[in-house]
Nanobody, 113 residues
Framework: QVQLVESGGGLVQPGGSLRLSCAAS????????MTWYRQAPGRQREWVAS???????NYADSVKGRFTISRDNAKNTVYLQMNSLKPEDTAVFYC???????WGQGTQVTVSS
């Protein structure tokens, strides 16, 4: 069956960096576009970034210039490099296969001093 497993979350100080990973199994990873979402406490889940099968990327305005999405098809993994983190980035981050209802379980990112 399809599985998406996120990792790499944690507690980081404002201005710090984290790299999230999402490992996929049960699919031919290279044929799927991938996306990251996040959900902050008391807020709706929001789109963060996407990457196509050819590596083209797109970002929400709130993270543009600070976050970078990438993929390694040999490892069936999509990444989200997050730099210059702000307290408002605190959320549970989820990866998702675009055009499917397959989500990961989420990984918590907390930005606090």
């Amino acid at each position: 069956q399809v599985q998406l497993v996120e990792s790499g979350g944690g507690l980081v100080q404002p201005g710090g960096s984290l790299r999230l990973s999402c490992a996929a199994s049960g699919i031919i990873f290279s044929i799927y576009a991938m996306t990251w979402y996040r959900q902050a406490p008391g807020r709706q889940r929001e789109w963060v970034a996407s990457i196509t099968t050819s590596g083209a990327t797109n970002y929400a305005d709130s993270v543009k210039g600070r976050f970078t999405i990438s993929r390694d098809n040999a490892k069936n993994t999509v990444y989200l490099q997050m730099n210059s983190l702000k307290p408002e980035d605190t959320a549970v981050f989820y990866c998702k296969l675009i055009n499917t209802n397959y989500w990961g379980q989420g990984t918590q990112v907390t930005v606090s001093s």
